[in-house]
């Protein structure tokens, strides 16, 4: 009996040992567009939110941060959350979380200059440091960047194991008129992100959510 | 230069035919007889390849089917053997607890007779008589007097005394056989305890009895599996099939108690082991859930093996009797803070349940007043949280049956295996047998025409040398005959007999 409970003890030893707890879990960092007149779909990013909330596991980590004139900055970072591995704790936080966003959400106002490639900086930056097994950035944007006076943002991005998807890219009055400008400036993305080793996609139906995190 | 123009020897495409065709049909009329013998010795090496491995195949199911019956009778002996000892068992706890009681019996028995025996003593007493000279006064109160006062008082006073007397005596006389009908009554009871025990003694003696006879049974069973009788043989392989099946449907049940089980533990072990750490691409939380079922299908072998239900480990049913009871002790209580543990886990399962669905709802922007918040569900969970691990351990019985019925049929299966394999190694070597004759005298078909010639060419020119030829023929024909494997059937008949 005594020899059945050490192996027993050894086997509970060696498989915590053996745990894995970083490469199953997920780390998304979500960028939202307050330029403008994108403003005004901060409503439908709200609900993405809420899908994320209920899709995320014990584990995985959650940050929602403002695109503004200067995203590259701790400030823009709304709300951060790593959940807890026990589930009744993870709802807790769930739960403040959402109430943080909807407070953001109900007092947001919008920026004068959209500063997308800052934000996936600091997103990385952010992404990195939580060491998560999957990455995901999602940019709730048009993907129409404009930069203040004096900053530069020709860092290469470095999105090794990240993917980046772009939520409701919404067609700008000029794309209605010529399709190109929409198509080369989603283009223009893809290339930065696939040079940095990233995986882009892009879901503009939010009906679709589901296929989110599915691996390509 | 093409090959057409190879092929054109003469200018009339024609003739350069005929003239290519006569060329193949003499070279194969040349080559027939080593082509013959090629195509025969080839499929005769085939068939004899697929005939010698068919009987090895055969062979090597032969051993199975033998070893196969070695392991069902070793199964139905052993079987056997524990009914017997189950009814010695019996026989032993019945007679030492009956001769345990028999000096009590004995004693008591003793003690009866001896109080019946005082008692019918007592009862058999003669009533006091009445005393000796009473017969004398009786003369003299008889004698009739002549009138004589004084000897008339007297008399009358010996006649009144006399009278007295005799109504003394009945009265005494009575209330003796009073006193002795009381004995009598009080015997009674004695009797029938008597009785009692004697009673007890004739069906404890008739029990005996009948189990004497199960066992003469059992004997006449034992001894006909030792004897290896075809009957016994096929009564056990029968009754292991069936065991196989039930034991298998068992099983199946018994895992679907283990997944409803697993489901109702695998969410909250991730409150205890967290829900965010994997063991490969298996959550830890799951395996925790995983491992503590079998923990409990472990402990119930155990237990079962501890009260030698089930024979799995020999090194526990020889234990001797104070180690099994303290096996018994810790099984037992290690089952029953795991069915605790299991129950806690089904409740905190209903509270993590209920936590996620007010999160979907907050979530999707319900109110959350339409949450039901019934204990039923809860108590429910609870119970069979509780219930389910010893409904579990109870899974060792139909394991270690479907575990010794599976030898038995994965054997039948073996042999039924290897004898399909033998058939069709020797269809085989048959077919490929057959079908080199075919290709033979396809081949003779193919030439016909230059034997034909040959034919007509030996009848005309060897005309007297009929006979000869004949015998030639004749002889050519054995060899065909030989050839054609006849030889072979012969002995495959006689292995056959063999």
């Given at each position: 009996m005594r020899k059945l409970i050490t192996v027993l003890l050894l086997t509970v030893i060696m498989m915590y040992g053996c745990t894995d707890t970083k490469t199953h879990s997920k780390g998304v960092y979500m960028l939202l567009d307050t330029s403008g007149t994108y403003a005004i779909e901060l409503k439908k990013a709200q609900s993405i939110i809420n899908y994320l909330l209920g899709v995320l596991q014990p584990g995985d980590t959650l940050a929602v941060a403002r695109i503004d004139?200067?995203?590259?900055?701790?400030?823009?970072?709304?709300a951060t959350v790593n959940f807890d591995t026990r589930p009744s704790v993870s709802n807790r936080q769930k739960l403040v979380f959402q109430k943080t966003v909807n407070e953001f959400v109900a007092s947001v106002k919008s920026s004068p200059y959209t500063d997308i490639s800052g934000g996936v900086l600091q997103a990385i930056e952010h992404l990195n440091e939580a060491a998560s097994g999957q990455q995901y950035i999602l940019i709730f944007s048009d993907l129409k960047e404009e930069l203040a006076k004096?900053?530069?943002?020709d860092v290469p991005f470095q999105l090794s194991h990240c993917t980046v998807i772009a939520l409701n890219v919404t067609k700008l009055r000029t794309d209605i008129r010529d399709p190109k400008q929409y198509m080369e400036r989603v283009a223009e993305w893809q290339a930065k992100v696939e040079i940095g080793n990233g995986c882009w996609r892009v879901i503009n139906d939010l009906e679709r959510l589901d296929n989110l995190f599915t691996v390509r | 230069m093409t090959v057409a123009d190879l092929l054109q020897?003469?200018?009339n495409p024609y003739l350069s035919f005929l003239v290519w065709t006569v060329l193949l049909l003499t070279t194969l009329y040349f080559a027939r007889k080593p082509i013959h013998r090629t195509v025969m010795s080839f499929s005769k090496i085939i068939k004899n390849a697929m005939r010698l491995s068919s009987i090895s195949v055969l062979n090597a199911g032969e051993k199975l089917a033998q070893r196969n019956r070695e392991v069902l009778i070793s199964a139905g002996m052993e079987h056997t053997e524990r009914l017997l000892e189950r009814e010695f068992d019996r026989i032993t706890t019945a007679v030492t607890r009956d001769l345990d009681a028999y000096p009590s019996l004995h004693r008591n028995l003793a003690d009866l007779t001896t109080r019946l025996e005082e008692d019918y003593n007592e009862s058999a007493e003669v009533p006091p008589s009445l005393p000796t000279w009473m017969p004398i006064i009786e003369s003299i109160a008889k004698i009739k007097h002549s009138g004589d006062s004084m000897i008339a008082t007297m008399l009358g006073e010996i006649n009144k005394t006399l009278t007295q007397q005799h109504k003394t005596a009945i009265e005494e006389y009575r209330s003796s056989i009073a006193a002795r009908h009381i004995i009598m009554s009080k015997m009674l009871p004695y009797w029938r305890q008597v009785q009692k025990s004697l009673d007890s003694v004739g069906k404890t003696v008739t029990n005996l009895t009948v189990r004497a006879q199960t066992i003469d049974n059992y004997m006449e069973e034992y001894e006909k599996i030792r004897s290896q009788e075809d009957q016994a043989v096929r009564k056990l392989s029968s009754s292991s099939l069936t065991q196989f099946f039930i034991a298998g449907l068992v099983l199946l049940i018994a895992f679907g108690g283990a997944l409803i089980n697993f489901n109702l533990i695998a969410l909250p072990m991730s409150e205890m082991v967290g829900g965010?750490?994997?063991?490969g691409p298996y959550k830890t939380s799951d395996v925790a859930g995983l491992v503590i079922i079998l923990v409990e299908l472990t402990m119930g072998l155990f237990l079962l093996e501890s009260l030698r239900?089930?024979?799995?480990f020999p090194v526990i049913s020889s234990m001797d009797d104070k180690m099994r009871h303290r096996m018994i002790l810790i099984t037992v209580t290690i089952l029953i803070i795991l069915a605790g543990v299991e129950s806690a886990l089904a409740f905190m399962r209903d509270r993590i349940a209920y936590d996620l669905e007010a999160l979907r709802q907050t979530l999707a922007g319900?109110?959350?007043?339409?949450l039901l918040s019934s204990r039923i569900p809860t108590i429910g969970q609870m119970v069979m949280g509780f219930i389910l691990p010893f409904a579990l351990a109870f899974v060792a019985i139909p394991l270690e049956s479907f575990i010794t019925s599976s030898r038995t049929v994965l054997g039948i299966f073996g042999v039924g295996f290897l004898q399909t394999i033998s058939f069709l190694l020797r269809l085989l070597g048959t077919t490929s047998y057959f079908l080199g004759r075919f290709v033979v005298n396809a081949y003779d078909l193919v030439i016909f025409p230059t034997i034909w010639l040959e034919g007509a060419i030996t009848s005309s020119w060897h005309k007297t040398h009929t006979e000869i030829n004949q015998e030639d023929i004749r002889q050519s024909q054995d060899e065909e005959t030989d050839a054609d494997g006849l030889t072979d059937e012969r002995l495959h008949y006689k292995e056959q007999e063999q």
């Open positions: 004139t200067g995203s590259f900055s701790e400030k823009d970072i709304i004096g900053h530069i943002r | 020897i003469t200018g965010a750490s994997y063991i239900i089930t024979r799995l319900v109110e959350q007043t339409a």
